[in-house]
């Protein structure tokens, strides 16, 4: 299961679905599901969009793409899909997200930013 992991987080912009990741744990597709979310808390597909949604916040802070680039980039085929799971993740639209100001504060070193901008359900 910690292969598949791997595979979404460094492949997150690749079509992956839950077939082609059960192959790579070696598992069936059920069982992969199952396993995963008892391992980690959460479905593949949740676990793979938290990763989108990650990394979509860091191209939408620097400001030099659409929020439609945006979406493509990181591996969603929706815009509506993408705007609602960004929405429910992160508490506003990609469009709010992208228009706040960012650079107020200190500078802080990039493995801290990840840890706190990471997007959560609760």
Do not use: N, Q, W
């Not at 199952?34 to 990763?51: C, D, I, Q, V």
């Amino acid at each position: 299961m910690r292969r598949a992991r791997d595979v979404m987080d460094r492949d997150y912009a690749l079509p992956l679905d839950v077939p082609a990741l059960a192959r790579v744990a070696l598992m069936s597709a059920g069982h992969f599901s199952r396993s995963f979310r008892a391992a980690y808390g959460e479905t593949p597909y949740g676990y793979l969009m938290t990763r989108r949604v990650e990394r979509a916040k860091a191209l939408l802070r620097r400001g030099d793409l659409s929020v439609t680039e945006v979406c493509f980039a990181v591996g969603c085929t929706s815009l509506g899909s993408f705007s609602s799971r960004f929405t429910e993740l992160v508490g506003e639209t990609p469009s709010a997200y992208r228009a706040r100001c960012h650079e107020a504060g200190a500078v802080i070193p990039a493995c801290v930013a990840k840890v706190l901008t990471r997007p959560s359900r609760s």
